[in-house]
């Protein structure tokens, strides 16, 4: 094992100290304007002029983002709850299974990965038409599950087909059927990488801009990625409400984040491993 020299270490703490500012400047830009009363003139001045709550009061009452985040809150959850259902399901298939075209369908599932969004665009739009899902949330958590789906197949695969058989045979043994087997013994073993995948689908629910603004044709049924591009104008932009509206997406991710980084880690390390 080398040792790290004292010129080595400082130049190491350098780096990262860096790195953390690169990455965090940003984030300190984006709440110390939404609390600035001047966040329209600050210019380049790295410190507020002051502290205000008044971005917050009219992003949330004159601009109705509280409906905006409720909009996102549900879509968001109900993406996550339905492709943790659905792609468990799946991947336990695909995994304990053995069927015609199992190594296709699992190329396949990893090929709608590579698709890019933006093609779907058209196609989904017309589809939904049909279905007569536009401007609904219903319609727009399916269009995400669909984005999520491969993803969290792929990955749940990997954890079922690490459980060893002889656990569910031995749970058969004790007289279990195959509903309680997966409820009591499968289901808490793939528990970490449920979620790993429900991290993501959270994050592409609530972050995804382009699909929400085609499909959303009532403002009232704005998910918040959109609502705050209503704080653009054409010739200005209420830089104040933007940062505040901006703080206010950022909040739920982090606060989802720090409730389940202890699993995710450990479903990441896992999945790493197997």
Do not use: K
Not at 60 to 71: C, K, P, S, V
Not at 87 to 93: G, N
Not at 108 to 135: G, S, W, Y
Not at 152 to 161: P, S
């Amino acid at each position: 094992m080398t040792r790290t020299t004292p010129a080595g270490r400082v130049g190491l703490g350098i780096a990262v100290a860096a790195l953390l500012a690169f990455t965090l400047f940003p984030v300190y830009w984006m709440v110390s304007s939404a609390f600035d009363p001047e966040a329209d003139h600050r210019g380049a001045d790295v410190l507020p002029s002051g502290f205000t709550l008044d971005h917050f009061r009219y992003v949330l009452d004159t601009g109705e983002f509280g409906r905006y985040l409720t909009n996102s809150a549900i879509v968001g959850l109900g993406t996550v709850v339905l492709s943790g259902l659905l792609a468990l399901f799946a991947a336990t298939a695909v995994a304990r299974f053995r069927f015609r075209l199992r190594t296709q369908m699992l190329v396949m599932i990893l090929v709608v990965q590579m698709v890019p969004l933006e093609a779907l665009v058209i196609p989904l739009f017309l589809q939904m038409r049909d279905l007569e899902l536009l401007n609904s949330l219903l319609g727009l958590t399916v269009v995400y599950l669909a984005f999520s789906l491969p993803f969290a197949i792929w990955i749940l695969r990997g954890f079922v087909a690490a459980v060893p058989e002889e656990i569910e045979e031995a749970a058969y043994l004790d007289g279990c059927g195959w509903w309680r087997m997966f409820r009591s013994v499968l289901l808490p073993l793939v528990a970490p990488g449920l979620v790993a995948t429900g991290v993501f689908a959270f994050i592409v629910a609530w972050n995804e801009f382009v699909f929400a603004f085609v499909f959303m044709q009532d403002d009232t049924m704005y998910t918040a990625a959109v609502g705050l591009h209503r704080f653009f104008g054409e010739y200005s932009t209420d830089w104040g409400a933007v940062m505040a509206g901006s703080t206010l997406i950022t909040l739920p991710v982090l606060i989802f984040f720090v409730l389940v980084q202890r699993r995710l880690a450990g479903g990441l390390a896992a999945g790493a491993i197997r």
